[in-house]
Structure formats: C-alpha cells, structure tokens
T-cell receptor, first 122, second 113 residues
C-alpha cells in the first residue's frame, strides 16, 4: 500500500518561500511511470493543481503559478518537494501531495497524503 | 483552462435513496482517438484526503462499492449513488484530466436528510 506524507512549516511570512516535502512509502518513487503532484485547497474553496514531477525531474506546472513554483525530487530519500516563492495570504491552504497515474494525459490521482495546512501570515 | 461546473452545490437525500451529482465541462473531455472520457470523481470526507472513486467517467476504482456509478460523455457527466448510506456523507468533486492543467469542479456536499 503506497502512502504519502507531507511535511513542512505550517507558518510562512508574506513574501517568503513556502517549502514542503512529501515522503513516499510502500513503493519506490522511481518505479513505474508515475508523476508526483502537488494540489492545494484554500479553506472553503475548491481543489487547485499546482504541478507535477517525475523521477527524472520532468515537470509540468499550472500556468497560474508557474512563475513562483519549483519542484524537485530526491530518489535516495523517496521524497519530492515543492517551493512556492513570494507567498501572500492567498496561498494559505491545505497542501496535498498525490501520485498521478495518468499516462499520456494530465492528472489522475490515486493516492493522496493527509494534507498539511500552510498559513501565510506575519 | 477547462472549467468544471458541478450542480447542485449541496443535496440532502434520505438514507437508502438515490443521489445524483452533475458535472459539466467547458470543453469536451472525450478523446475521439480512443473514445475515452478523461473524467474522474473523488470523494472527500473531513479530515481525510480525497479518494478516487471513478475514472474514465465510469470505471470504478477497486474497492469502491457498486452503489457508486458514473455516466456521461463529452461535456456532461453524472455521479450516482444508488442507495445513499451514512458513510457516503462527503463532498464530491469531478475532475478532468484531458488537458493541462487538470481542473476540478467546485464540489457537491452530500448529506443525509
């Protein structure tokens, strides 16, 4: 059973960088033709896909966030990470990591982490 | 971006009765080359991550009860719960994975009447 667990600071100051990691267990991040995605949900709002990365560091980002997002992968730790810079209060949300099993398409998520709340506040 | 619109925003159904949620996409999510609709449904309960229920518009994820069914094609889709159970109380989202970025509907909250 694949499990994902997000980690990172819960509080970030405006204009700084939000950094989150997702540790994958129960399977290798390098196995299979999977992408590894970040998705967020502001309180009381819908789900927004942030972007994805594969084990060879191919990335796709949501154009709405592309200028502020960087994703990376560390296969030795079975982890992938998200950096979102120049954050504002609008970036306050639950952040989920998820496995993307879509092949030749964009974003079918079969395993999700529990989510972590990131608050942007001074 | 493909905009996904769900209706209703919420519904309350008696236990054992049928619940239906509609989802409309601003563009077709049908790939004519393989006749597949790139449409998924997720169930989201408080304090839990979203759970994949349905993909390809109608295929149930393993372990999902058969009271959940998906239908539709092109731009119009429906998730039906044939006999609502207490454990089905949740917010349900449709999502397209035809084009990047993948996009979600606004969600439909399902409650027991």
């Amino acid at each position: 059973q694949v499990q994902l667990q997000e980690s990172g600071p819960g509080l970030v100051k405006p204009s700084q960088t939000l950094s989150l990691s997702c540790t994958v267990s129960g399977g290798s991040i390098s196995s299979g033709t999977y992408y590894w995605s970040w998705i967020r949900q502001p309180a009381g709002k819908g789900l927004e896909w942030i972007g994805r990365i594969d084990s060879t560091e191919n990335t796709n980002y949501n154009p709405s966030l592309k200028s502020r997002v960087t994703m990376s992968v560390d296969t030795s730790k079975n982890q992938f990470s998200l950096k979102l810079n120049s954050v504002t209060a609008a970036d306050t949300a639950f952040y989920y990591c998820a496995r993307d099993i879509s092949h030749g398409s964009y974003g079918l998520f079969d395993y999700w982490g529990q989510g972590t709340l990131a608050i942007v506040s001074s | 971006d493909i905009v996904m619109t769900q209706s209703p925003d919420s519904l309350a159904v008696s236990q054992g009765e049928r619940a239906a949620i509609n989802c409309k996409s601003s563009q077709s999510v049908l790939d004519s080359s393989n006749t597949k609709n790139y449409l998924a449904w997720y169930q989201h309960k408080p304090g839990q991550p979203p759970k994949l229920l349905i993909y390809w518009a109608f295929a149930r994820e393993p372990g999902v009860p058969d009271r959940f069914s998906g239908s539709g094609s092109g731009t119009d889709f429906t998730l039906t719960i044939s006999s609502l159970q207490a454990e089905d109380v949740a917010v349900y989202y449709c999502q397209q994975y035809h084009s990047t970025p993948p996009t979600f509907g606004g969600g439909t909250k399902v409650e027991i009447k």
